[in-house]
């Protein structure tokens, strides 16, 4: 079946600009997380949906970061005032349950110039 | 606040060898740990998925291991292969079921 899906896969942008980050999770999936990697680095955790709602957002760098799953599927992260340090691979999971393995998309690399 | 440490940072290794990855966490209150490959330029896939009650789990060649009295997990890779070579990556769950992930250990297998 189709695994996680994240659009665009790349993203250049210029400073100040605003963007958005789609990730499509596994059909059924109640759990997608957030997270970005910087190069030679682990993710960093950004933020946790369960179901709507987002169970855990204590990683969000600052409030220029939203992200939204309005009916429980899609979600989108949204960045706005784009400054050249949100430059990394964000990453999005998903996952059926609260103790089920993580099921990771590609990541959208975002540039910001 | 969780940290987790993996070591060594790299690792290159003959092929054949039986190698093991170590993987450290400072609150043992965890309710799972997982271990994930990455491949260039790609995303995280999940390897074993060890539940807090569990001592360790095994899927082909590979066997993960547990001790949260220790914060400590290995990840153990018998026979290495070069298609073995990728960054190894361990993540502890906590109650919020957030997932600290460690920097990774960079394993090279050469043939």
């Known amino acids: 079946g189709a695994g996680v899906s994240q659009t665009p896969s790349n993203k250049v942008t210029e400073k100040g600009k605003y963007v958005e980050l789609r990730c499509d999770p596994i059909?059924?999936?109640?759990?997608l997380y957030w997270y970005r990697q910087s190069l030679g680095q682990g993710p960093e955790f950004l933020i946790y949906f369960q179901g709507t709602g987002a169970a855990d957002d204590s990683g969000l760098p600052n409030d220029r970061f939203f992200a939204v799953r309005p009916e429980g599927s899609v979600s989108t992260l949204k960045i706005q005032r784009t400054e050249r340090g949100d430059s990394a691979v964000y990453l999005c999971a998903s996952s059926p349950g609260q103790h089920s393995p993580l099921h990771f998309g590609n990541g959208t690399r975002l540039t910001v110039t | 606040k969780q940290e987790v440490t993996q070591i060594p940072a790299a690792l290159s290794v003959p092929e054949g060898e039986n190698l093991v990855l170590n993987c450290s966490f400072t609150d043992s209150a965890i309710y799972n740990l997982q271990w994930f490959r990455q491949d260039p330029g790609k995303g995280l896939t999940s390897l074993l998925l060890i539940q807090s009650s569990q001592r360790e789990q095994t899927s082909g060649r590979l066997n993960a291991s547990l001790d949260k009295s220790s914060g400590r997990s290995t990840l153990y890779i018998a026979a290495s292969q070069p298609g073995d070579s990728a960054t190894y990556l361990c993540?502890?769950?906590?109650?919020?079921?957030?997932?600290?992930f460690g920097t990774g250990t960079r394993l090279k297998v050469l043939a």
């Open positions: 059909s059924g999936h109640t759990a």
């Open positions: 993540a502890s769950g906590g109650g919020t079921y957030k997932y600290i």
